[in-house]
T-cell receptor
Framework: TQLLEQSPQFLSIQEGENLTVYCNSSSVFSSLQWYRQEPGEGPVLLVTVVTGGEVKKLKRLTFQFGDARKDSSLHITAAQPGDTGLYLCAGGNNAGNMLTFGGGTRLMVKP | DVKVTQSSRYLVKRTGEKVFLECVQDMDHENMFWYRQDPGLGLRLIYFSYDVKMKEKGDIPEGYSVSREKKERFSLILESASTNQTSMYLC??????????????FGSGTQLSVL
């Protein structure tokens, strides 16, 4: 069974601060997705990375896939209260048809 | 806009009851999934379906069954609810898998409490 560990589990910061959350595994994944889930809603896809070393930017969010495709990070610059939510990483298997989810990082950004 | 609708936002049931959780998608997606979400454990796959009348066990199928009689509807059934099935249940759908950039579309979830 492939496992994904996310750290930290909880993060509370002030508006304007920078932060990084991590998603680590001993297994190789064919792809890595990041989702954000707001209270009372289902997760919504933010990004998919598929190539080792790939970096993608989405406004103030920067996503990186590790060279060995075993880990990923999400960096947020100048966090805003609207970034508050649960961030989930999910690794795709080689067939590309199944996802393994990490435990999530719950982020709170205080104004 | 794409939509995955779960029939109930909150449900309270008693131990031993048979529980039905309904999910409908309007995107003509082939694949549908049921996950449960517990704090710190992320999303764990219960069952999935690649097409009508097809079903496959996920990682934690014990105590659950599913039904997919129509393409747009995927039902999760708790045959005899137990307190350890208290959880948030999320339904998701996507087009036919096989592409690395396929994404899941999730419903808003059903918070089930079994007393």
């Amino acid at each position: 069974t492939q496992l994904l560990e996310q750290s930290p589990q909880f993060l509370s910061i002030q508006e304007g601060e920078n932060l990084t959350v991590y998603c680590n595994s001993s297994s190789v994944f064919s792809s890595l997705q990041w989702y954000r889930q707001e209270p009372g809603e289902g997760p919504v896809l933010l990004v998919t990375v598929v190539t080792g070393g790939e970096v993608k930017k989405l406004k103030r969010l920067t996503f990186q896939f590790g060279d060995a495709r075993k880990d990923s990070s999400l960096h947020i610059t100048a966090a805003q209260p609207g970034d508050t939510g649960l961030y989930l990483c999910a690794g795709g298997n080689n067939a590309g048809n199944m996802l393994t989810f990490g435990g999530g990082t719950r982020l709170m950004v205080k104004p | 806009d794409v939509k995955v609708t779960q029939s109930s936002r909150y449900l309270v049931k008693r131990t031993g009851e048979k529980v039905f959780l309904e999910c409908v998608q309007d995107m003509d997606h082939e694949n549908m999934f049921w996950y449960r979400q517990d704090p710190g454990l992320g999303l764990r796959l219960i069952y999935f379906s690649y097409d009508v009348k097809m079903k496959e066990k996920g990682d934690i199928p014990e105590g659950y069954s599913v039904s997919r009689e129509k393409k747009e509807r995927f039902s999760l059934i708790l045959e005899s609810a137990s307190t350890n099935q208290t959880s948030m249940y999320l339904c998701a759908s996507r087009t036919e898998g096989g592409r690395l950039d396929e994404k899941l579309f999730f419903g808003s979830g059903t918070q089930l409490s079994v007393l």
